[in-house]
């Protein structure tokens, strides 16, 4: 039987070969959605509120720490594991796994990315040392870290340095700039802020990765926050004046991250778990609703009628598809991965993003007005589900440029 908050995993394990890492992480990132982020979401989502009850389940659960290296205690969880582990946590609550992205992105990056990055021996040492006193935040005490990139100008797109900058002073910087669509704006203890070091000529290979305290004076939370969807991500705009940010506050040795965006470029591919567990979630309730078996409403069937079989025959097609390239994509991500690999990461970010909302289109045409209702989740998934190709920096359009171009030229080549 289907039932919108079953115990099936996304991925059966004997057929897709988890670990058994792989499988537990998945139950236990499934079993807390299921049980405490589902019932939140309807209300998060009409408040426009921040989950902060979720993220305190997430460090109980051990969670917050999902891609702290083990011997920092946290989970280790591999790229992989942790894009298996979110999908599952974004069939219950799209926003909850949005924004849990963005703080484990902090932990990835800084973890197994860095780890398969060169670095000499003294720059090593400092970002052990450095990456420790995150860590200890995180698994310890519950810190919650966002990812503010976006600055409402190309920078976002990797096409310009980032605008923010950071001054050298003693002992730190001096940050000044701002971040649009800040998810967890007011609601993190650290921005893991990307920002340019203010030089003559300024480059994307001077880009820094700081982590800014968000009770620091100069740090400032603007604007309001009343969107389509993903509403309980509180995405508002961040503002920095003159912030001194202290050296140890450097979540990567400089020039580590413009080495991180070229040669693991799957570390953008990671906002796609959250709408793959939205395509789910959106096949999942369409099958349950035709079947009668939504708890709270009638239950009055409707799987016989020939238009239904065939819409729902389409949405298990695209899920099928998007599912199995997603799953290759994520299985081969790795450090300079080669050009078929990496055409197939924008194909799959494409295929997920704009998948999973025409999957949720599909869901509300083919269960009907009914499901319209803001007391069943389906109006909320179609919402949330517009967003996912809007997001920098692999956005829809983004994918297609770049897959357009680069199918039809070789690395260098040009027209004369
Ligand atoms: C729910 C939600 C949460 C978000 N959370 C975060 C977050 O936590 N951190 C964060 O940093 N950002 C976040 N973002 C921001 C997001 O990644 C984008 O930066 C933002 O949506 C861009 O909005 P814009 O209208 O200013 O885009 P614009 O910069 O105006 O871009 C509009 C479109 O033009 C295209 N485009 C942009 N630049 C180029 C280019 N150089 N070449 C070709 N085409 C281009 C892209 O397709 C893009 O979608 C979030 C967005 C949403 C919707």
């Not at 450095?130 to 935040?137: C, F, T």
Request: glycine share 8%; with cysteine; charged share 25%.
């Amino acid at each position: 039987m289907h039932t919108v908050d079953d115990d099936t995993p996304l991925y059966d394990p004997d057929h897709w070969d988890l670990t058994d890492f792989q499988v537990e992480l998945c139950q236990r990132a499934r079993s807390l959605a299921a049980s405490r982020f589902a019932p939140r979401a309807a209300e998060l989502d009409r408040e426009a509120r921040f989950p902060t009850e979720n993220f305190r389940d997430l460090h109980q659960a051990g969670l917050l720490g999902i891609c702290v290296p083990r011997c920092h205690g946290g989970l280790g969880a591999d790229y992989m594991s942790y894009c298996l582990a979110a999908a599952e946590i974004a069939r219950y609550c799209g926003a909850t796994a949005l924004t849990f992205n963005m703080h484990v992105s902090s932990c990835l990056w800084t973890g197994a990315l860095a780890d398969d990055l060169p670095m000499n021996d003294t720059e090593r040492a400092a970002h052990e040392a450095r990456r420790g006193r995150h860590y200890r935040r995180i698994v310890e005490a519950g810190k919650i870290y966002s990812q503010p990139f976006s600055e409402g100008g190309a920078a976002a797109a990797g096409a310009v340095p980032f605008g923010t900058t950071a001054t050298p002073v003693a002992g730190g910087w001096r940050l000044n700039g701002k971040k649009i669509f800040a998810s967890l704006a007011g609601h993190a203890d650290y921005y893991g802020v990307l920002c340019t070091e203010d030089r003559e000529r300024r480059s994307r290979r001077d880009t820094l990765y700081l982590a800014v305290p968000a009770d620091a004076p100069g740090v400032r939370v603007v604007g309001d926050w009343d969107p389509l969807g993903m509403r309980a991500t509180v995405s508002r705009t961040l503002l920095f004046e003159e912030v001194f940010v202290p050296e140890d506050e450097a979540l990567m040795p400089p020039g580590v991250y413009f080495q991180a965006a070229t040669r693991w470029p799957h570390m953008f591919l990671t906002l796609s778990p959250t709408y793959l567990g939205i395509a789910q979630a959106a096949y999942d309730f369409t099958v349950t609703y035709l079947r009668g078996e939504v708890a709270g409403t009638p239950p009055v069937k409707r799987r016989m009628y020939p238009t239904k079989q065939i819409a729902v025959a389409q949405m298990r097609i695209l899920l099928e598809q998007t599912k199995a390239l997603w799953f290759q994509v994520i299985r081969e991500a790795r450090a300079d991965p080669d050009r078929d690999q990496l055409l197939r990461a924008y194909t799959a970010q494409y295929t997920v993003m704009e998948n999973a909302s025409e999957l949720c289109r599909l869901a509300i045409r083919t269960c009907g007005g009914q499901s319209m209702l803001k007391s069943l989740p389906l109006e909320r998934l179609y919402r949330d589900s517009r967003c996912g190709s809007l997001m920098l920096p692999w956005t829809a359009e983004l994918c297609l440029d770049r897959l357009g171009r680069e199918c039809l030229y070789n690395r260098g080549e040009h027209d004369d």
